[in-house]
């Protein structure tokens, strides 16, 4: 992992060198040390930063990610007579931008943070990849512009006071574990949003969009359809294979389809599946989650004959993890829904794994939440895999947020996201709605999750890659029309990723092509359950505590008292129901403490 960081001063003053190292030493446990200094600005990372003389010019490069296509790359570049030193990502992406400038992204295949300073322009050019994978945080205070692949290093510099004002906390209460791109719960920190660059120059910030799902005519035949997303898959899962590469699997369409296309090219694959203590006894079927994963993994273990490990997690442990999680994150996340990927990650680095598959990122696109087809969730005026509107506006505390308000911060945070989907048939009113949950799904759904599973798994150094968020399958597969991608035609039901099924129909099990989606395990052992009742009760009776500023406490005990009985709502859908509704505010009165958050309202 190549996490970086760096400042820029308006005055021209440099600081001392020991904030540039406090700042990278919160990269990745003091193990980047990798500094550079020039006049009023100074850039940390691991391996680079990356000097490099091109046509008398000086050019400083930061680079956080992978290329998938950079052989292609590295021909090309080659042909226009550039030489290489090493073999680094980072110099076949100086040499393109040296070349074509920011229009060099569109050459690019992959996941990435970029930073570059043009030194004779006083220029420094960022960049984050299409879909959002790999983070890049900024802020301006003080004459000073900060950035970061990582919260924690801004938090570092000597001129950051963490702060929560009322915006962050509406989108900390109102829309957490989600945020709006761009947004961060910090005041003043934010996100350089996906399928964006930016410029720094002359102490101003111009942000340009240079990627973005676009709507578009969709004319391929059923049968052309079929081909081009197996094709398209296949394609996009092994240019990202790599030597001491494992894949994780649940039993799942999507992640059974990855180890089938990585076992095909890499005969000794070791899988990885994850359980949890008394899972057996304690699993509770509901409309959302069918089945036990363990056995749809034994089915495809026996089919593919993998090396397979099962990795089982304590209750206790998951517990235990919360704190951990939440500072991987910088941020309160997921819950039990996080501490079960951080020992997940935790297991298969301590296997001896540096990269490992994930499926993540097929239903986003393929249409396999429910969302997708469900009238009273797809005609929701909020977000459809939330529906806890009135919750949360009962748990904030309403001196500050009243609950007009936060449900007005709410439904325009929707309504600014839809601005920009455009439609090529208004009349057809099936297709619009769809489309419009497409792209709300893609960039607010998608994005926890992608957010997830990258901050925890940088912590192990574990490099987790995504085939399906290949940027090609989502240009492909966005315009495929709603009722083709769910095999509705007449009066059929809708059918979870309907076509995906039928691309790889023939090469997977019939019970793993039509196994109904099941979102990714959550514990059901009233262990853990426990577990957060009390921690949330010692957090009511700790009065000194900052979270009781800005909840309603008596509503959060009476919720306790009737152990979630009188919710008739969840906190993040099927993913976070009463459990992890008592967890985020855990990992939120955590937050506030050990970040020290300082509240401005």
């Known amino acids: 992992m190549s996490n970086f960081c760096g400042y820029i001063n308006k005055d021209k003053k440099i600081y001392d060198e020991k904030y540039i190292t406090n700042m990278n030493i919160k990269l990745n446990n003091n193990l980047l040390k990798n500094i550079y200094i020039d006049k009023y600005l100074a850039f940390g990372n691991g391996i680079q930063p990356m000097k490099k003389i091109i046509n008398e010019k000086e050019y400083i490069i930061m680079f956080d990610g992978n290329l998938y296509n950079s052989l292609d790359l590295k021909k090309y570049i080659k042909d226009k007579g550039y030489s290489f030193d090493t073999k680094q990502d980072a110099e076949i992406i100086l040499y393109l931008y040296v070349e074509y400038g920011p229009s060099f992204l569109n050459f690019l295949n992959g996941i990435y943070s970029i930073c570059i300073y043009d030194k004779n322009e006083s220029k420094t050019f960022f960049a984050r990849d299409r879909l959002g994978v790999k983070p890049l945080f900024y802020t301006l205070t003080n004459n000073t512009f900060i950035f970061a692949t990582k919260i924690k290093a801004i938090l570092a510099h000597q001129d950051i006071t963490p702060v929560l004002d009322k915006e962050g906390l509406m989108e900390l209460i109102g829309l957490g574990p989600a945020h709006t791109p761009g947004k961060t719960y910090f005041k003043n920190i934010f996100e350089l949003e996906a399928g964006h660059y930016a410029i720094f120059s002359d102490f101003k910030l111009e942000i340009k969009k240079y990627w973005d799902l676009v709507t578009k005519e969709f004319e391929d035949s059923y049968e052309e359809t079929i081909s081009q997303i197996h094709d398209l898959v296949v394609n996009s899962t092994k240019i990202e294979l790599c030597d001491n590469i494992c894949s994780m699997l649940s039993g799942g369409l999507d992640s059974s389809i990855l180890a089938k296309i990585a076992k095909d090219n890499i005969p000794n694959l070791t899988t990885f599946s994850i359980d949890y203590v008394g899972n057996d006894t304690n699993f509770v079927s509901n409309d959302y989650q069918l089945t036990k994963d363990s056995d749809y993994v034994k089915i495809m273990k026996e089919y593919l004959k993998t090396n397979h490990k099962t990795i089982t997690v304590e209750n206790s442990y998951l517990y235990e993890l919360l704190q951990k999680s939440m500072i991987a994150r910088d941020m309160p996340g997921m819950a039990d829904i996080d501490t079960s990927m951080y020992a997940f990650c935790e297991q298969i680095s301590r296997n001896g794994f540096s990269t490992c598959l994930s499926g993540e990122c097929s239903d986003e696109i393929f249409g396999g939440y429910p969302w997708y087809y469900k009238e009273h969730l797809i005609s929701h005026d909020g977000f459809p895999w939330a529906l806890s509107e009135d919750l949360r506006a009962n748990i904030i505390n309403k001196n500050i947020i009243s609950k007009d308000k936060l449900n007005e911060y709410v ?96 090469e997977l099990p019939e019970e793993i092509v039509y196994r109904k989606k099941s979102p990714f395990p959550k514990t059901y052992d009233p262990k853990y359950l426990k577990l957060v009742e009390n921690k949330m009760n010692e957090i009511l009776e700790d009065k000194s505590l900052k979270i009781h500023k800005i909840i309603d406490t008596n509503f959060v005990r009476e919720v306790l008292n009737t152990h979630g009985e009188n919710l008739t709502q969840n906190w993040f859908g099927q993913l976070m129901t009463y459990p992890q509704t008592l967890a985020y505010l855990i990992q939120v009165s955590d937050w506030l403490e050990i970040y020290n958050i300082e509240f401005d309202f």
Do not use: C, Q
């Open 411 to 506: 439904y325009n945070a929707r309504i600014n996201t839809l601005k920009n989907v455009t439609h090529i048939d208004y009349n057809d009113d099936y297709e619009k709605r769809y489309r419009n949950t497409n792209y709300l799904t893609i960039k607010w759904f998608m994005n926890t999750l992608i957010e997830r599973t990258e901050r925890i798994s940088n912590i192990f150094s574990l490099d987790v890659r995504i085939p399906f968020a290949d940027y090609r399958i989502f240009e492909y597969v966005y315009n495929i029309p709603a009722r083709m991608k769910l095999g509705i035609t007449k009066n059929d039901t809708a059918i979870e990723k309907y076509l995906l099924r039928k691309a790889f129909e023939k």
